[in-house]
Every structure is written in C-alpha cells, then in structure tokens.
C-alpha cells in the first residue's frame, strides 16, 4: 500500500492540551474532509454519526476524547478532575454499544489513571495523552502484524469477497480484514476484491472500494444480493471481514450481513476468515448471544439514497450488526498469529499461549 493511499483516519494535534483530527468518513468517497475535535461531545457525536466507525478507530477515539474531557486547569482540584474524567468516561461509553474496543480502550485510560491518581493533575493529564497515543500507535502495529500473519490466507489469482470497511478508516492505520490483502499486495500477490456495498450505511461502496482503489487494488463493488452469484460463479476463493467484538468460543460479531455471507460461504465451500486485533475479543462473555447489538434509526433503511426509497407508513427494522457462528469461521487472524480452527479451548489456549494479557477488561 503505497503512502499516499490513505490519510490517517485520526490523529492527535499537538500535546496533552491538543486536540483530534479525524477523516469525516460520512463526506467519503466524494469529499475528503477533515474534522477537527476540541472537546469529548464532538468525539461522541463524530462516533454516533459514523464520522468515525470501525471497532479499532472507534477505540482510539474513545481514548483521545477521554483525554479532551479532562484538558484545563482544576486549580489543584482533584475531586473536580475525578468527576470530569467519570463523566467523560460516561458520555463516550454510551456513544455505541458492539465494538468492545471502545470499552476496552476507556478500561485502559481508566487503569492509566489509576495509575497516576496520586499525582498532581498536570502529570495525570500528561500520562492519559501519552497512554491514548500509545494505544493509537499500537493500534497501528497490531494490524501491520495482522497483515503479514494472514497474507498466506489468499492465494495468487484469487477472488477476495469482503463486506463493511474493516481497513486503515476503520483503525489506526492499515486495517484488519484490508491489511491482509494490503500485506499480500506487498508480497507481489495478485488478486481481486469484492466488496460488498454494505447497506444501509454503504461503508463497502464509500470506504472499502475507496481506500482499495487508491492503494492500486482490483476492485469489483457489488450489491449485497449479489454475493451468492457471484460465489456461484466461482468467482470468489475465500471471504475475509473484520470484527466488532469476538466472544470467548469465537462468535464474531461484525456488521450485519456477514453472518449472511457466512453462511453462503459454508454452501459453497468457500473458507470465511476474519481478522481482529487483540482488543476485540470479549473473554468475558461465553457466546454471541450475550454480545449487545446496537439498533439505529429507521432513517437510515428508508432514505438510504438521499432520497425517500420506502413509504413513511411501512415499518423499519435496522440491526447495525449479527453474530457469526463459530462454527462457520475458519480462522481467525490476529496480530500474535492465526487462530484456527476457531473453538473456545484453541482460543484460551491461544491467548495463554502467546501471554497475552489484552483481551481482558482492566
Ligand atoms: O458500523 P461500523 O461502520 O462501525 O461497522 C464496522 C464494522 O462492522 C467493521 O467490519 C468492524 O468494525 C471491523 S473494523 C476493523
């Protein structure tokens, strides 16, 4: 993936008194436009408008707007600082329910806070920027790893199906699901992507198809209802997506309609993959059942084109994510490595394995 591919999706301006600047991805792929973030209201409204989306990017805004939330002077006073760093907390946390990378990455500036409590509050503020830039620039390292353990996955000359955007606009730079093709592009592979235009919000026409294009990727956008046919034609050897949260025996939940594609790989002995950092598994949580799936507005089905596609008196259903069987997944791609096949036993083993300790809430 060439430099100039893709700008960063967010990044910090300036030091612990600074401010966010990120990709407002809703203007994509007609307007590059960038936002700029002063306070942690404006962080939570760019993540509940899908100005910023992806489970990876929406924890590294979470971590920087807790950093906003906290800017300024307290006059010494800890209880004051204490009750704005509890409401920031709150306020982002409430902003989306699925991506457990935002709760992990507040866990994380909570436990670096805890860490400092003893401090006078110019040391506090400057640790919990320091620790938001951390968790941003690992972000970024986790998916090059992503990239260069699944890039194996996809063989010379093959059709590559994905669904949403699981790429750099979806974290900190490079991606999940996208950094493996970007990493098999590096190696001197060729293939070719399907994306899935994602409806309602169109993130596979808008974002995937932008970001794969501008780094030099053959990419073919097709409606979602497309898929079987295009399996079927034997046009397709594997599909890979990203995750908004992965359960302890490996129930994927990611953006709706992947659990379709899951499905329709299975029939037609296609392998289904997804990548995920670390961040996003949830060990405590034994199955997909218990993973929070957020509803939104019936807006989004009924006007999706800029236009009233549906008449006002029909009813609206939007579920913005579905849960992926395990059993349907045939490994998963994670920067210490790929898990497979996908089991609960293989993924504790794994993670005590590899002596990680990030999937756990702090
Ligand atoms: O609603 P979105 O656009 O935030 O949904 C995003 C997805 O479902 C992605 O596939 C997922 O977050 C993985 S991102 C690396």
């Not at 699901?177 to 990493?183: C, D, E, G």
């Not at 919000?201 to 898929?227: F, H, K, P, S, Y």
């Not at 379709?260 to 997804?274: C, M, Q, S, T």
């Amino acid at each position: 993936m060439s430099e100039l591919a893709v700008p960063k999706t967010i990044r910090w301006v300036g030091g612990p008194d600074g401010h966010v600047e990120l990709i407002d991805q809703t203007l994509l792929p007609e307007i590059l436009e960038i936002l700029t973030c002063r306070d942690p209201e404006a962080v939570r409204e760019a993540i509940v408008s899908l100005r910023i989306r992806g489970a990876p990017a929406i924890g590294v805004a979470a971590a920087m707007g807790q950093v906003l939330g906290v800017q300024g002077d307290f006059g010494g006073e800890k209880a004051a600082f204490d009750r704005a760093f509890a409401e920031t907390r709150e306020l982002l946390a409430g902003s989306r329910p699925t991506a457990v990378n935002l709760f992990w990455a507040l866990d994380r500036m909570e436990c670096c806070y805890r860490g400092h409590a003893d401090e006078p509050v110019e040391r506090i503020q400057e640790a919990l920027w320091r620790e938001a830039l951390a968790i941003r620039d690992e972000d970024a390292q986790m998916c090059r790893s992503i990239g260069e353990h699944g890039h194996e996955l996809v063989p010379d000359g093959a059709g590559v199906l994905t669904h949403c955007n699981a790429g750099s606009l979806a974290t900190a730079e490079y991606g999940t699901a996208l950094a493996v093709l970007y990493s098999a592009q590096e190696h001197g592979k060729s293939f070719k992507v399907y994306a899935d235009e994602t409806r309602p919000l169109l993130q596979g026409a808008r974002l995937t198809a932008w970001e794969l294009t501008r780094a030099g990727i053959d990419t073919t956008v097709i409606c979602d209802n497309m898929a079987a046919q295009v399996m079927k034609e034997g046009r397709v050897q594997l599909v890979i997506t990203g995750a908004d949260r992965i359960a302890a025996n490996g129930d994927v939940a990611n953006k709706i309609g992947t659990y379709g594609l899951a499905v329709l790989a299975k029939a037609h002995g296609i392998p289904f993959y997804v990548a995920a950092p670390s961040s996003t598994f949830d060990l405590q949580i034994p199955d997909g059942t218990a993973i929070p799936i957020e509803y939104r507005g019936q807006e989004e089905v009924r006007e999706g084109f800029g236009r009233v596609t549906a008449p006002a008196e029909a009813n609206f259903y939007s579920p913005a994510f579905d849960v992926t069987p395990a059993s349907l997944v045939a490994a998963i791609v994670t920067e210490r490595g790929v898990i497979r096949p996908v089991s609960g036993q293989k993924i504790r083993a794994f993670f005590e394995l590899s002596g990680c300790n990030a999937p756990k809430r702090y």
